[in-house]
């Protein structure tokens, strides 16, 4: 009686754990996304970036990194707020194309929605 209660009670837990790992986790859809950063991302950085940051090679065999999954370059809000203002390595300076503050936002939504939003979802 006792192993036939077990045996119910590891059935239950695999079938609660597969029922989770189902639950794909959602990633963060900047094609989809209402947000004024996501459309600040679509006009000035997917030529370059892509569609959903992932990086792509361009035209002229030039890669252009994923800002969103694995090891990034720039990591902290300062590197990232620097290098999106003074560009640099391939990338063009922001700084007069847009405002401090849709910089900083675009900062927010690197690390926040990209980044972090990520992993958490
Ligand atoms: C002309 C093409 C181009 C455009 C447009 C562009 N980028 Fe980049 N971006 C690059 C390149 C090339 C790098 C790699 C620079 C380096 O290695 O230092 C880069 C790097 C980055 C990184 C750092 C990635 C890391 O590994 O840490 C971030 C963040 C970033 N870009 C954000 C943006 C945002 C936000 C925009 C739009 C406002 C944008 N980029 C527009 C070409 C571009």
Avoid: W
């Amino acid at each position: 009686m006792k192993s036939i209660k077990a045996i119910i009670v590891v059935v239950a837990a695999m079938g609660f754990a597969f029922a989770c790992a189902d639950q794909k986790p959602q990633r963060y859809s900047i094609a989809q996304s209402k947000a004024p950063e996501a459309s600040l991302f679509r006009q000035n950085c997917a030529i370059c970036h892509g569609p959903e940051a992932e990086g792509k090679t361009l035209g002229d065999g030039r890669a252009i990194p994923n800002i969103r999954d694995g090891e990034h370059k720039y990591a902290t809000d300062e590197q990232i707020f620097d290098h999106i203002s003074n560009g640099g390595n391939g990338m063009v300076p922001f700084r007069n194309m847009l405002t401090e503050r849709e910089i900083k936002s675009l900062v927010r939504f690197v690390q926040e929605d990209l980044r972090k939003g990520d992993a958490k979802k």
